[in-house]
């Protein structure tokens, strides 16, 4: 019995483990490492990835390394996350001639994801959900949705181009921290990432 409750265990935790690595379709390369007044280093990368349930838009990743290169500080730092609000985290889709791709207008529903503390500490790497996850139509849209917190597009199947999505992360820096940790300030650029089109 104890032997099944363990295998049952192992596969739940694997499924629950696994959920972000399923579906990727595009993988950024990291940006240039950036450090602050103070020496603190952050890089960041985009990542996207295919919805697997409602609200049927791309599941958007941006991911943050604290970098320690032995000559800044060691110790942890804080970013204060917001996704729903602002220009903190500003997003741009373009087309392979660098021309800007239009905007779709999107029924929005749903609570808008709240702002929040992230606390990286020295040398860590934290991945987190960019897109606005919680927000969308109830129907599945013609193609694959990018619905992020300054606009939305849709990348159809029968499209001829292709697209390239960016972003620029700029975290505010009027936040009191919590915790009392270094709070890291700075603007990274997330280099393009091509999302491709997904033939019917």
């Known amino acids: 019995m104890k032997a099944i409750v363990s295998l049952l265990l192992f596969a739940v935790c694997q499924f629950c483990f696994g959920q972000t690595d399923t579906n990727l379709i595009a993988a ?110 109830p129907s599945q849209p013609d193609g694959l949705e990018i619905l992020v917190g300054n606009g939305c597009w849709l990348i159809r199947p029968n499209a001829t181009n292709d697209f390239f999505l960016s972003a620029s992360f700029t975290p505010p820096k009027d936040h009191p921290s919590p915790l009392k940790y270094h709070i890291w300030q700075g603007i990274l650029k997330l280099p393009a990432v091509k999302i491709p089109v997904k033939k019917p």
Do not use: K
Not at 56 to 84: C, K, M, S, T, V
Not at 107 to 114: E, F, L, Q, Y
């Open 28 to 137: 950024g390369d990291w940006s240039p490492a950036v450090s602050d007044n103070e020496g603190y280093i952050l890089r960041g990368r985009l990542l996207v990835y295919d919805e697997n349930a409602a609200p049927y838009h791309a599941r958007i990743y941006i991911e943050l390394q604290h970098i320690f290169d032995g000559h800044g500080w060691p110790g942890p730092l804080e970013i204060y996350y917001n996704i729903g609000y602002g220009d903190e985290l500003s997003f741009e889709m373009r087309d392979s001639l660098g021309h800007p791709v239009s905007m779709e207008p999107v029924a929005i529903r749903g609570p808008v994801p709240p702002p929040c503390w992230i606390t990286l500490t020295c040398d860590s790497t934290e991945r987190l959900r960019a897109d606005t996850y919680t927000l969308g139509s």
